[in-house]
């Protein structure tokens, strides 16, 4: 099973609004991702979860909170978000963050910021 | 950094048809996925390769590594083909994927 699972798919909000981002994996991996992938792009890295502990962080804006509750969760928290975030968020996963690992996406959320 | 540069940028084939798409890198890899992403978003795993030949079904790759690039071909295209292909590739001394600028696919019935 190479699954990543990601709700909600679609989520609408206004600039004021709070919410979250929820992504599973029961693959045992250890090392989780969130990128961010605007239209007509490829994906951009947001954040790097090595067990449990953030890893990297690619200067994203405080607004973005990431959260790793547990090795198969992975939590994304919005707030004061701006129109321009727009954009379809997927998480990944892996078996450890090393070089030779190979990443399993989810489906992605598509966010509406407005 | 590392540059990845896929080509062509777009490619609309008859179903059918046959198309090899292609990977340059600018520097030596240890990781190279080709992932194709459907019109609903999904990016789906169809190789890691970074080197050598894999087949599965009517899609393969070759990665030669020692020349920097990669190619993915399709054969017998179907619709469910369409969407964008894209090639990612890690070096030992980063700390992330980077991926190309993909490659556009339309399959036309």
């Known amino acids: 099973d190479t699954e990543v699972t990601q709700t909600p798919k679609h989520l609408v909000m206004g600039m004021t609004n709070k919410k979250s981002l929820k992504c599973e994996q029961h693959m045992g991996h250890r090392a989780m991702y969130w990128y961010k992938q605007k239209a007509k792009k490829p994906p951009e890295l947001m954040f790097v979860y090595s067990y449990e502990k953030l890893s990297i962080n690619e200067s994203v804006p405080s607004r973005f909170s990431p959260e790793c509750p547990n090795s198969s969760l992975l939590n994304l928290h919005l707030h004061a978000l701006q129109p321009e975030d727009s954009a379809l968020y997927l998480c990944?996963?892996?078996?450890?963050?090393?070089?030779?690992?190979?990443?399993?996406f989810g489906p992605g959320t598509r966010l509406t910021v407005l | 950094g590392i540059q990845v540069e896929q080509s062509p940028p777009d490619l609309i084939l008859q179903e059918g048809a046959n198309s090899t798409l292609r990977c340059n890198f600018s520097?030596?890899?240890?990781?190279l996925q080709w992932f194709h992403q459907n019109p609903w978003g999904q990016l789906i795993n169809l190789f890691y390769i970074p080197s050598g030949t894999k087949q599965n079904g009517r899609l393969s790759a070759t990665t030669v590594a020692t020349e920097r690039y990669s190619l993915l071909y399709i054969s017998s295209s179907q619709t469910t083909d369409s969407g964008v292909y894209f090639c990612?590739?890690?070096?030992?001394?980063?700390?992330?994927?980077?991926f190309g600028s993909g490659t556009r696919l339309l399959v036309r019935p």
């Open positions: 990612a590739v890690r070096m030992d001394s980063s700390y992330k994927l980077i």
């Open positions: 990944a996963s892996s078996l450890r963050d090393s070089v030779t690992d190979t990443q399993y």
């Open positions: 520097d030596s890899v240890n990781n």
